[in-house]
């Protein structure tokens, strides 16, 4: 069993930076490959960004690459979501999520197993 606690989100104006945190428990977490997913109101639950279990290979979104950062701290038993240059069209509750399979499987939210609650994320115009 896995539980992930999302943090870090907030209002922020366009252009501005925000880090979001996902901590998961259990001792399993370098067996997880980590996915960030995100859900706008009204919206499907898109895909954001993934890592794999060590950290070496990333995937991101056409939508976020060049702005976003995923990266990971196993020993902290950490995902972190660095957003830079942010748009209102990034507003959305931000997830986390982990599955033990690694990319492509990271792509698609219905073969995560375990999720956390979501932090908000409102970018202003």
């Known amino acids: 069993q896995v539980q992930l606690v999302e943090s870090g989100g907030g209002l922020v104006q366009a252009g501005g930076s925000l880090r979001l945190s996902c901590v998961a428990s259990g001792r399993t977490f370098s067996s997880y490959a980590m996915g960030w997913f995100r859900q706008a109101p009204g919206k499907e639950r898109e895909f954001v960004a993934a890592?794999?279990?060590?950290?070496?290979?990333?995937y991101y979104a056409d939508s976020v690459k060049g702005r976003f950062t995923i990266s990971r701290d196993n020993a902290k038993n950490t995902v972190y979501l660095q957003m830079n240059s942010l748009k209102p069209e990034d507003t959305a509750v931000y997830c986390c999520g982990a599955q033990p399979r690694n990319w492509p499987y990271t792509l698609r939210a219905d073969n995560y197993d375990y999720w956390g609650q979501g932090t908000q994320v409102t970018v202003s115009s």
């Open positions: 890592i794999s279990w060590g950290g070496s290979n990333t």
